[in-house]
């Protein structure tokens, strides 16, 4: 039988994931990979434990892909002065990325990464215009 979660436990819960996925990004934007053990280390947590959280590591390097994407659509959003340039104005800062933050690249467009087809679909679509 499943176990609700208190309100309290709850928000302890979501604490603790965005301590990880906070800890993963700057590994990531450091020009790191995503690495459990230097998680754990250093929220001082067992490796382990953060398998609580993420059922693996695929699913955690994905979650903290979608960080990255979070951020990329503010840029666009804020550089694309509205819908129509959204598109290319992502494509743009993907552009920019891989020159620029290859680690963050990797973990968006990597082979077999969680967010390739994403990617590969905005570029396309920067290459159009």
Avoid: H, K
């Amino acid at each position: 039988m499943s176990q609700r979660l208190s309100r309290n436990q709850q928000t302890y819960r979501n604490a603790i994931i965005n301590d990880i996925l906070c800890t993963a990004a700057i590994q990531v934007a450091e020009g790191g990979t995503v690495s459990v053990r230097r998680i754990g280390e250093r929220l001082g947590i067992a490796p382990t434990g953060i398998y609580r959280y993420f059922p693996s590591l695929q699913a955690l390097t994905a979650a903290t892909g979608e960080l990255f994407l979070a951020e990329l659509d503010d840029l666009a959003a804020a550089a694309s002065g509205g819908a129509e340039g959204f598109s290319r104005a992502r494509a743009a800062v993907l552009v920019e990325w891989q020159q620029t933050r290859p680690a963050v690249w990797s973990i968006l467009a990597g082979p077999g990464g969680p967010l390739a087809q994403l990617v590969s679909a905005a570029l396309a679509a920067y290459a159009e215009q």
